[in-house]
Protein backbone atom coordinates (compact mmCIF):
# COMPACT_ATOMS: atom_id res chain seq x y z
CA UNK A 1 0.00 0.00 0.00
CA UNK A 2 1.26 3.61 -1.04
CA UNK A 3 1.99 6.10 1.94
CA UNK A 4 1.49 9.09 1.32
CA UNK A 5 2.83 12.03 3.50
CA UNK A 6 1.33 15.50 3.93
CA UNK A 7 3.16 18.45 5.12
CA UNK A 8 3.07 20.47 7.31
CA UNK A 9 0.12 18.88 9.75
CA UNK A 10 -0.60 22.28 10.96
CA UNK A 11 -0.59 25.37 9.26
CA UNK A 12 -1.93 28.63 11.28
CA UNK A 13 -2.18 31.94 9.27
CA UNK A 14 -3.77 35.40 8.93
CA UNK A 15 -6.55 36.03 6.72
CA UNK A 16 -4.51 37.68 3.14
CA UNK A 17 -1.31 35.26 3.44
CA UNK A 18 -0.24 32.77 0.71
CA UNK A 19 0.32 29.22 1.57
CA UNK A 20 1.32 26.07 0.50
CA UNK A 21 0.72 22.58 1.08
CA UNK A 22 2.16 19.35 -0.36
CA UNK A 23 1.14 15.83 -0.85
CA UNK A 24 4.55 13.42 -1.37
CA UNK A 25 5.13 9.56 -2.45
CA UNK A 26 7.65 7.23 -2.58
CA UNK A 27 6.24 5.20 -5.50
CA UNK A 28 4.60 6.71 -8.97
CA UNK A 29 0.72 8.25 -8.47
CA UNK A 30 -1.83 7.08 -10.65
CA UNK A 31 -4.03 9.95 -10.34
CA UNK A 32 -4.01 11.95 -7.47
CA UNK A 33 -6.94 13.72 -5.57
CA UNK A 34 -7.24 17.11 -3.14
CA UNK A 35 -9.98 17.20 -0.98
CA UNK A 36 -11.24 19.67 1.97
CA UNK A 37 -13.12 18.77 5.13
CA UNK A 38 -14.00 21.49 6.79
CA UNK A 39 -15.23 20.62 10.80
CA UNK A 40 -18.22 18.96 11.27
CA UNK A 41 -19.12 18.01 7.51
CA UNK A 42 -17.26 15.20 5.04
CA UNK A 43 -14.67 15.44 2.88
CA UNK A 44 -15.69 17.56 -0.28
CA UNK A 45 -13.53 16.77 -3.56
CA UNK A 46 -11.38 19.63 -4.96
CA UNK A 47 -9.56 18.24 -7.73
CA UNK A 48 -8.16 15.48 -9.53
CA UNK A 49 -5.49 15.48 -11.25
CA UNK A 50 -3.70 13.26 -13.39
CA UNK A 51 -1.14 14.12 -15.53
CA UNK A 52 2.48 14.90 -14.73
CA UNK A 53 3.10 18.70 -14.81
CA UNK A 54 -0.82 19.30 -14.55
CA UNK A 55 -1.68 22.55 -13.26
CA UNK A 56 -5.32 23.35 -12.47
CA UNK A 57 -6.67 25.97 -10.50
CA UNK A 58 -9.97 26.59 -8.76
CA UNK A 59 -9.89 30.56 -7.77
CA UNK A 60 -7.96 31.05 -5.69
CA UNK A 61 -6.28 27.24 -5.30
CA UNK A 62 -3.58 26.09 -7.29
CA UNK A 63 -3.19 22.84 -7.13
CA UNK A 64 0.11 21.21 -9.22
CA UNK A 65 0.71 17.53 -9.90
CA UNK A 66 4.97 16.60 -10.22
CA UNK A 67 6.58 15.92 -13.56
CA UNK A 68 7.28 12.38 -11.88
CA UNK A 69 4.15 12.22 -10.49
CA UNK A 70 5.23 11.20 -7.30
CA UNK A 71 4.42 14.86 -5.61
CA UNK A 72 1.48 17.39 -5.23
CA UNK A 73 1.16 20.96 -3.88
CA UNK A 74 -1.88 23.05 -2.97
CA UNK A 75 -1.19 26.88 -3.36
CA UNK A 76 -3.81 29.15 -1.83
CA UNK A 77 -3.96 32.91 -2.44
CA UNK A 78 -4.89 35.26 -0.16
CA UNK A 79 -6.16 33.02 2.13
CA UNK A 80 -9.72 33.27 3.94
CA UNK A 81 -11.51 32.79 7.03
CA UNK A 82 -13.61 30.05 4.92
CA UNK A 83 -10.84 28.31 3.78
CA UNK A 84 -10.31 26.79 7.37
CA UNK A 85 -10.72 23.32 7.27
CA UNK A 86 -8.46 19.70 6.78
CA UNK A 87 -7.20 19.27 3.70
CA UNK A 88 -6.61 15.56 2.47
CA UNK A 89 -4.69 14.18 -0.90
CA UNK A 90 -5.86 10.42 -1.90
CA UNK A 91 -4.41 8.73 -4.83
CA UNK A 92 -7.36 6.71 -6.86
CA UNK A 93 -5.44 3.51 -8.28
CA UNK A 94 -6.56 1.52 -10.59
CA UNK A 95 -10.06 0.45 -12.01
CA UNK A 96 -12.06 -0.89 -8.80
CA UNK A 97 -9.27 -0.19 -5.94
CA UNK A 98 -10.02 1.86 -2.99
CA UNK A 99 -8.66 5.87 -2.28
CA UNK A 100 -6.03 6.13 -0.16
CA UNK A 101 -5.63 8.96 1.79
CA UNK A 102 -2.97 10.92 3.54
CA UNK A 103 -3.16 12.00 7.09
CA UNK A 104 -4.05 15.59 6.19
CA UNK A 105 -3.18 18.99 7.08
CA UNK A 106 -5.53 21.50 8.92
CA UNK A 107 -5.15 24.56 8.00
CA UNK A 108 -6.67 27.35 10.05
CA UNK A 109 -7.20 30.78 8.61
CA UNK A 110 -7.72 33.87 11.53
CA UNK A 111 -9.69 36.80 10.28
CA UNK B 1 -31.92 18.28 -1.65
CA UNK B 2 -28.88 16.20 0.67
CA UNK B 3 -27.20 13.76 -1.70
CA UNK B 4 -25.64 11.65 0.99
CA UNK B 5 -27.27 11.60 4.07
CA UNK B 6 -26.57 9.39 7.51
CA UNK B 7 -28.17 9.06 10.64
CA UNK B 8 -27.39 9.66 13.29
CA UNK B 9 -25.53 12.73 13.34
CA UNK B 10 -24.19 11.67 16.56
CA UNK B 11 -24.18 8.27 18.68
CA UNK B 12 -23.36 7.60 22.42
CA UNK B 13 -23.40 4.17 23.67
CA UNK B 14 -21.65 2.13 26.16
CA UNK B 15 -19.07 -0.77 25.00
CA UNK B 16 -20.64 -4.15 24.65
CA UNK B 17 -24.09 -2.25 22.94
CA UNK B 18 -24.94 -3.39 19.18
CA UNK B 19 -25.58 -0.19 17.13
CA UNK B 20 -26.44 0.75 13.71
CA UNK B 21 -25.69 3.52 11.16
CA UNK B 22 -27.53 4.13 8.41
CA UNK B 23 -26.46 5.84 4.65
CA UNK B 24 -28.59 6.72 1.77
CA UNK B 25 -27.60 8.63 -1.51
CA UNK B 26 -30.14 10.25 -4.00
CA UNK B 27 -27.57 10.33 -6.73
CA UNK B 28 -28.67 7.34 -8.53
CA UNK B 29 -24.75 6.15 -8.14
CA UNK B 30 -24.47 2.19 -8.03
CA UNK B 31 -21.19 2.64 -5.83
CA UNK B 32 -21.15 3.02 -1.94
CA UNK B 33 -18.27 3.07 0.52
CA UNK B 34 -17.82 3.19 4.55
CA UNK B 35 -14.73 5.24 5.74
CA UNK B 36 -13.57 5.33 9.46
CA UNK B 37 -12.03 8.35 10.48
CA UNK B 38 -10.41 8.28 13.63
CA UNK B 39 -9.04 11.37 16.18
CA UNK B 40 -5.90 12.09 14.13
CA UNK B 41 -7.77 12.63 11.18
CA UNK B 42 -7.18 9.40 9.17
CA UNK B 43 -9.65 7.93 6.77
CA UNK B 44 -9.38 4.76 5.71
CA UNK B 45 -11.80 2.64 3.46
CA UNK B 46 -13.70 0.06 5.35
CA UNK B 47 -16.25 -1.49 3.05
CA UNK B 48 -17.91 -0.78 -0.51
CA UNK B 49 -20.64 -2.11 -2.31
CA UNK B 50 -21.02 -1.71 -6.22
CA UNK B 51 -25.36 -2.89 -6.84
CA UNK B 52 -25.33 -4.56 -3.64
CA UNK B 53 -22.69 -6.58 -4.12
CA UNK B 54 -19.51 -6.35 -1.80
CA UNK B 55 -16.23 -5.32 -4.00
CA UNK B 56 -13.90 -4.11 -0.79
CA UNK B 57 -13.36 -5.58 2.39
CA UNK B 58 -10.58 -4.16 4.47
CA UNK B 59 -9.25 -5.85 7.68
CA UNK B 60 -12.02 -5.00 9.47
CA UNK B 61 -13.40 -6.76 12.77
CA UNK B 62 -16.04 -8.68 12.16
CA UNK B 63 -18.10 -7.33 14.38
CA UNK B 64 -18.60 -4.53 11.68
CA UNK B 65 -21.42 -6.26 9.26
CA UNK B 66 -21.95 -3.91 5.94
CA UNK B 67 -25.94 -4.38 4.38
CA UNK B 68 -27.13 -3.04 0.99
CA UNK B 69 -30.67 -3.56 0.98
CA UNK B 70 -30.59 -1.71 -2.89
CA UNK B 71 -28.05 0.24 -3.91
CA UNK B 72 -29.61 3.63 -2.64
CA UNK B 73 -28.75 2.09 0.71
CA UNK B 74 -25.69 1.21 3.13
CA UNK B 75 -25.71 0.40 6.35
CA UNK B 76 -23.49 -0.48 8.71
CA UNK B 77 -24.29 -2.57 11.54
CA UNK B 78 -21.31 -2.80 14.75
CA UNK B 79 -21.62 -5.75 17.30
CA UNK B 80 -20.30 -5.71 20.89
CA UNK B 81 -19.07 -2.15 20.54
CA UNK B 82 -15.43 -0.92 21.99
CA UNK B 83 -14.00 1.82 22.88
CA UNK B 84 -11.69 1.56 20.04
CA UNK B 85 -14.28 1.62 18.05
CA UNK B 86 -15.23 5.62 18.61
CA UNK B 87 -14.49 7.63 15.51
CA UNK B 88 -16.57 9.73 12.68
CA UNK B 89 -17.63 7.20 10.49
CA UNK B 90 -18.47 8.86 6.87
CA UNK B 91 -20.61 7.00 3.88
CA UNK B 92 -20.00 7.93 0.54
CA UNK B 93 -21.49 7.14 -3.30
CA UNK B 94 -19.63 7.27 -6.66
CA UNK B 95 -21.02 6.35 -9.79
CA UNK B 96 -19.90 2.98 -10.35
CA UNK B 97 -16.59 1.19 -9.00
CA UNK B 98 -14.48 3.36 -12.10
CA UNK B 99 -15.44 6.56 -10.94
CA UNK B 100 -13.27 8.34 -8.43
CA UNK B 101 -15.47 11.38 -7.82
CA UNK B 102 -16.85 10.03 -4.18
CA UNK B 103 -19.39 12.09 -2.49
CA UNK B 104 -19.21 12.14 1.06
CA UNK B 105 -21.96 12.23 4.06
CA UNK B 106 -21.79 14.09 6.98
CA UNK B 107 -20.57 11.80 8.92
CA UNK B 108 -21.67 9.99 11.93
CA UNK B 109 -19.71 10.75 15.58
CA UNK B 110 -20.07 7.48 17.58
CA UNK B 111 -18.25 7.80 21.15
CA UNK B 112 -18.24 4.53 22.96
CA UNK B 113 -17.97 4.60 26.74
Known amino acids: TQLLEQSPQFLSIQEGENLTVYCNSSSVFSSLQWYRQEPGEGPVLLVT?????EVKKLKRLTFQFGDARKDSSLHITAAQPGDTGLYLCAEAPGYGNKLVFGAGTILRVKS | DTAVSQTPKYLVTQMGNDKSIKCEQN?????MYWYKQDSKKFLKIMFS???????INETVPNRFSPKSPDKAHLNLHINSLELGDSAVYFC????????????FGPGTRLLVL
Open chain 2, 49 to 55: YNNKELI
Open chain 2, 92 to 103: ASSQDKGDWTQY
Open chain 1, 49 to 53: VVTGG
Open chain 2, 27 to 31: LGHDT
